[in-house]
């Protein structure tokens, strides 16, 4: 089978369709030595098979000899036609064939290593790059036809060419080349690694730039550090410790058992697309993983790990997220294998002396059928998705996740219970949240088709056409057009494919109201602000910015601190009013509408348009 499989039945089916005779032989002096054997004086020639055949029809016996030149040109065989000398001949092997013959070289097959050939023959499968099309796949593939009517191997994964960032070769002459060991040192071994993994799919050609090197250390292994040094940091201070602090399974949170799901649901996948060598694919799985339980969990929970004592909640949270964390390492061992390696060094060998001394010598994870959990882990997506989507309609409105909204209405197609309901809120600092099956009240838009492109396609059909636009969810088929580039649908039993360009799309939408939309799943957000609401933004801002200040000021994340608000009376009277909102969220002894005490740190802020400085003291 062959990766992508229009190599195999293309360029490389088209090339044993009209494959030439190979002459396998070079006139040079390095390589392996032609082992025929020419008469001297009737020229008639024989191949020799083994060194044991050499030896029994040499002239001069010999104990052993090196089979490279010259010293084998120094051994001469008796005729077996006229009883004469006979001479090596001067060529050797091309080299492509030496590579062809790698599945029984390697092992002296066949004259030792018999039960060893048969257990790897065939390869699962072989990997180079496409240029190998009529060298190395041809020349595996001639000789085992050849000694056994069977191909070498099962599996054949073509890579493509690595170019530069404008898709040109590269090249040291063009000045475009890059040093594979300054790279590595420069970006590190992983990050180039995972580049390559989710750069396009193997057999395509991958554009190398710094970018996109740097856009996924970020991204993956930016993002997989900071969950995995969350928990060190914290599982230090509570010093927990797997050995002891042990998981209640019966009493694992909704998410808890949705990152179990999640992980194993991960694992199953990813083992599947790399048994069936779909590398990238394998690749976006991981990256959305990480993104999920760094952005998703870890961000949802912290709260239970800050929590004071160690509770069973707590060490279930603590728990999970070790286990997660040390499986995963070994998922992604293959990938990113340095990485892998220091969490696992660190979280497994520090803890179990008998564990095996390297992620990768550890099995492959397996998947775990019994924590797989479909229907919550649909729920939980849908949640992430209007999540999303309402973060997008914020963005559109351009209202910071900060300044709270009065009301997300959504339509689904999954109903959520009251546990996600409060995560959206939560998440998108929503007061209310309410479902419905009908927002086009909201957001509609009207089709009409394009009659210069429609009319030549469809001239006959226009009218039906015009008439099936009257009675379309426009919404939906709005995001359907979005998504997919066309939309379609039938018209007297004629299909009728359209896309942007064949519609005059018009959109209205409800005043005080945006509209994001994914499909299925459309989220709609009141962004009328009254003053309660404007009021609750300046203090989730004033929160922000004490937080920063104390990471600022190398503050430990248990410190207590006091604060001081002052030199703006607008600021003032609302953080009186909401003193206890404050208190609550940035571990603080006492806010003051006042000027600091003597030691305090001070810093000037403009929250929402309004100057006012802010001093905090430990």
Known sequence: KWYPESIGKGRFGDWLQNVQDWGISRNRYWGTPLNIWECDECHKRIA???????????????????????????IYVKCPHCGKRMTRVKEVIDCWFDSG??????????????????????????????????????????????LFGKSSFKNCLVLGHVQDEHGQKMSKSKGNAIEPL??????????????FYTN?????????????????????????????????LYANIDNFDPKIHKLDKNNLSKMDKWLFSKLNITIKKVTEY??????????????KFVDELSNWYIRRNRERFWASGM?????????????????????????????????????????????????HLNAYPKCHEEYIDTKLDDEMEMAIELVELGRAARNEAKIKNRQPLKKM???????????????????????????????????????????KTVGPKFGKLLNNIKEYFLNIDSAAEYAKLKKDGFISFDICGENV?????????????????????????????????????IEEGYIREIVSKIQTMRKESNFEVMDKIDVYIYDNDFIVDIVNKHKNMILKDIMANNVFASKPVVGSIKKEWDINGKVVKIAIKR
């Not at 790399?274 to 990256?287: C, G, N, P, R």
């Not at 660190?346 to 002396?353: I, P, T």
């Not at 995560?423 to 309410?434: A, D, F, G, M, T």
């Open 48 to 74: 020799i098979g083994s060194k044991a055949e050499l030896k029994e029809k040499a002239i001069e016996k010999f104990d052993d000899v090196e089979l490279h030149r010259p010293f084998i040109d120094d």
């Open 101 to 146: 013959a790698m599945p029984y070289a390697e092992l002296h097959y066949p004259f030792e290593n018999k039960d060893l050939f048969s257990e790897q023959f065939p390869a699962t499968f072989i990997c180079e790059a496409v240029d190998q099309t009529r060298g190395w796949f041809y020349s595996l593939l001639a000789e085992s036809t050849l």
């Open 182 to 195: 300054e790279a590595l040192n420069k970006y590190g071994a992983d990050s180039i690694r995972w580049f």
């Open 200 to 232: 396009s799919a193997p057999w395509l050609p991958k554009r190398f730039s710094e970018k996109s090197v740097l856009e996924g250390q970020s991204k993956f292994l930016g993002t997989l550090h900071n969950a995995y040094a969350f928990f060190v």
């Open 274 to 287: 790399l048994e069936d060598f779909k590398i990238t694919e394998s690749a976006v799985l991981i990256a």
């Open 311 to 359: 509770g069973q909640d707590k060490i279930n949270a603590y728990a999970t997220l070790y286990i997660t964390l040390v499986e995963f390492s070994k998922l992604i061992a293959p990938y990113v294998p340095f990485m892998s390696e220091e969490i696992y060094l660190n979280l497994v060998l520090s803890c179990y002396d008998n564990a095996p001394k390297s992620v």
């Open 409 to 451: 209405l959504a339509k689904t197609n999954i109903s959520l219970d009251n546990y996600y309901v409060d995560i959206i809120q939560s998440e998108l600092n929503i007061k209310q949240v309410v479902f419905s099956d009908d927002l086009s009240e909201f957001t509609s838009y009207v089709f009409k088709p394009q009659l």
């Open 497 to 533: 494919i359209l896309s942007e360009e064949d519609l005059i799309i018009e959109a209205s939408k409800k005043e005080g109201y945006i509209t994001a939309i994914d499909g299925q799943v459309t989220v709609v957000l009141d962004v009328t602000l009254d003053n309660e609401l």
